[in-house]
């Protein structure tokens, strides 16, 4: 399977746009409709109540949100370089590569290499719509490159990096080389309480609860939904 084309791109990048709206309150669910072209669909979520279960999104929101999906990539699935082409779109002026591959990582939970609508939902759902607790679990899994249930300094530093390369890189001043590694051992000197030279998801949400620039500083995503 390919993955999508470059009209799946913009689709999906529409659908990101108007899901945002939809949320927010300042597009309707009529509106929603007549928006991402709500063409009839033959194939439904297998586990709808399910999905309304698991997420914050309501049966018909996920119906909208569904139909749009597969009306827009009818492969079913988003790979990584489509991704990153629709991540580059809120990120003109930078280098958006590496961090939309770090969170394209995050949402594919089933470390296939593609997101499912599932993936999708589950993931904009505790973005948007989830507990602080559940932001910050989120962004913990983000951060937590190879996954074995602690942040290092070596994955903060990648992290910040790509962040910095999508934000700072062509600001004007230029931003010092060594900035991303400054904030790196700024949030390790708060974070790592036991000074063992990780981060526990515990020690992360505790941190980020108590300083609020540093969990704005986590919480990066959320800025361009």
């Given at each position: 399977?390919?993955?999508?084309?470059?009209?799946?791109r913009q689709g999906v990048l529409k659908l990101i746009q108007s899901l945002q709206r939809l949320v927010s309150g300042t597009l309707s669910k009529d509106?929603?409709?007549?928006?991402?072209?709500?063409?009839?669909?033959?194939?439904?979520?297998?586990?709808?109540?399910?999905?309304?279960?698991?997420?914050?999104?309501?049966?018909?929101?996920?119906?909208?949100?569904?139909?749009?999906?597969?009306?827009?990539?009818?492969?079913?699935?988003?790979?990584?370089?489509?991704?990153?082409?629709?991540?580059?779109?809120?990120?003109?002026?930078?280098?958006?590569?590496?961090?939309?591959?770090?969170?394209?990582?995050?949402?594919?939970?089933?470390?296939?290499?593609?997101?499912?609508?599932?993936?999708?939902?589950?993931?904009?759902?505790?973005?948007?719509?989830?507990?602080?607790?559940?932001?910050?679990?989120?962004?913990?899994?983000?951060?937590?490159?190879?996954?074995?249930?602690?942040?290092?300094?070596?994955?903060?530093?990648?992290?910040?990096?790509?962040?910095?390369?999508?934000?700072?890189?062509?600001?004007?001043?230029?931003?010092?080389?060594?900035?991303?590694?400054?904030?790196?051992?700024?949030?390790?000197?708060?974070?790592?309480?036991?000074?063992?030279?990780?981060?526990?998801?515990?020690?992360?949400?505790i941190a980020c609860q108590e300083d609020e620039t540093m969990m704005r500083s986590m919480q990066l995503f959320e800025n361009v939904m």
């Open positions: 399977m390919a993955g999508c084309t470059s009209r799946c509106k929603a409709d007549d928006e991402l072209e709500m063409t009839t669909v033959c194939h439904r979520p297998e586990a709808l109540d399910q999905l309304e279960a698991q997420t914050n999104f309501s049966k018909q929101e996920l119906q909208i949100l569904y139909r749009g999906f597969k009306n827009e990539c009818p492969s079913g699935v988003v790979n990584e370089e489509t991704f990153k082409h629709i991540y580059a779109q809120f990120f003109p002026h930078g280098d958006a590569s590496m961090y939309a591959h770090y969170l394209f990582n995050a949402f594919d939970t089933a470390n296939n290499g593609s997101i499912k609508f599932k993936d999708f939902v589950t993931g904009m759902s505790i973005l948007l719509r989830g507990t602080v607790r559940e932001k910050l679990e989120w962004t913990f899994h983000l951060y937590d490159i190879n996954r074995d249930g602690y942040i290092n300094r070596e994955e903060m530093t990648e992290i910040v990096r790509a962040i910095y390369d999508m934000m700072g890189k062509y600001t004007y001043p230029a931003l010092k080389g060594d900035v991303p590694q400054q904030h790196v051992d700024a949030f390790f000197q708060k974070m790592d309480k036991n000074k063992d030279g990780v981060v526990t998801l515990e020690e992360f949400v």
